[in-house]
């Protein structure tokens, strides 16, 4: 079965340093992963998704991912975190048939000024 | 281009009240899928619709059920409310066509059951 695990529940930064959220993948099967961020009282956006193409994935607001399968990662960095990226990442993959989706437990990043 | 559209957003049950959440697609999208947030299970996924059929369908009690009209809009309904329902149900939609779509989720009902 496939499946995703984020290390690390909560991520504290300073504003202007980097942002670093892992996600490790487990998948017998090349994945299709995807990372979402969720600000309060809000669904869910994505931020950048992973489909076997590029290795290096640029998302929206200066986020990229890169995909390393010798390491089944998928981290999520940001060079410089801005006080705005203060929220809830998810990291996800399919699973199954259709358009399930499995997700991490989510990481919740601080950013101080 | 209008976003998913959850309705309603808040609303607050008692236990053994049945609820029903509604849930209109982007424009086009064929697939709408529902998924369970609390904050001790995580997001669950309970179930997708495409084209009026349900094509998957995640690990809950019968209780959960869900359909999709012609215009696949999409509704679903818990009956039998118990407290542990209390969550954030999250409605997102997809062309679903192939696989690796990507999902364009609503802003969520949070449904509070006393």
């Known amino acids: 079965a496939q499946s995703v695990t984020q290390l690390g529940s909560h991520v504290s930064v300073s504003e202007g340093a980097l942002v670093l959220l892992r996600c490790n993948y487990s998948s017998s099967v090349p994945p299709y992963l995807f990372w979402y961020v969720q600000y309060p009282n809000q669904g869910l956006q994505l931020l950048l998704k992973?489909?076997?193409?590029?290795?290096l994935v640029k998302g929206i607001n200066g986020f990229e991912a890169e995909f390393k399968k010798s390491e089944t990662s998928f981290h999520l960095t940001k060079p410089s975190a801005h006080m705005s990226d203060a929220a809830e990442y998810f990291c996800a993959v399919f699973t199954g048939g259709g358009n399930k989706l499995t997700f991490g437990t989510g990481t919740q990043l601080k950013v101080e000024l | 281009k209008a976003g998913v559209t959850q309705t309603p957003r808040y609303l607050i049950k008692t236990r053994g009240q049945q609820v029903t959440l509604s849930c209109s697609p982007i424009s086009g999208h064929r697939s709408v899928s529902w998924y369970q947030q609390t904050p001790g299970q995580g997001l669950q996924f309970l179930f997708e619709y495409f084209s009026e059929t349900q094509r998957n369908k995640g690990n809950f009690p019968g209780r959960f059920s869900g359909r999709q009209f012609s215009n696949s809009r999409s509704e679903m309904n818990v009956s039998t409310l118990e407290l542990g329902d209390s969550a954030l149900y999250l409605c997102?939609?997809?062309?679903?066509?192939?696989?690796?779509?990507?999902?364009?989720f609503g802003a969520g009902s949070r449904l509070t059951v006393l």
């Open positions: 992973y489909t076997s193409a590029a290795t």
């Open positions: 997102a939609s997809s062309y679903g066509g192939e696989r690796a779509n990507v999902l364009t």
